[in-house]
């Protein structure tokens, strides 16, 4: 059960990433003398479904990890995409700085667990509460 709520939110992530990248692209498919907010539409809809499918992602996955994969994994594929498709030049500082993100996306995702969730009881709150 754990691995097919763990893949199925693994998918919900992916598709969370892609939607993301293409509403962050997509706005600099906006043409310059048409700032009409029809033409921010496509940018909308795909940002907030990302947002949806990392909401979905994040009931199995933590919201640290989701978030950090969401958000590490975005910037990387927006800025290939906007290297290959836009025609933007990448300076070493920029290079090393992505380079960094990545290995940092990957010790996050290594350390990630994959065991179920302790249930939550009233005495293991009660544990949990801080006196002084």
Known sequence: MLFNRML??????????LTEV?????????????AGWLNYLPMWLLISFSYLLLAKAAKTI???????????LGIALITVVSVLFLDYQLNAQELIGLALAIVGIVLVTMG?????????????????????
């Not at 939110?9 to 990433?17: M, P, S, V, Y």
């Not at 990630?112 to 002084?132: G, I, K, L, M, S």
């Open 112 to 132: 990630e667990r994959h065991d179920e969730p302790a249930a939550r009881t009233p005495r293991a709150n009660e544990e949990a509460v801080c006196t002084r």
């Open 62 to 72: 933590s919201i640290g990890i989701a978030f950090a994969l969401w958000e590490g």
């Open 8 to 17: 199925l939110a693994r998918i919900f992530l992916t598709g969370a990433i």
């Open 22 to 34: 293409a509403g962050t692209s997509s706005m600099a498919m906006i043409p310059e003398n048409e």
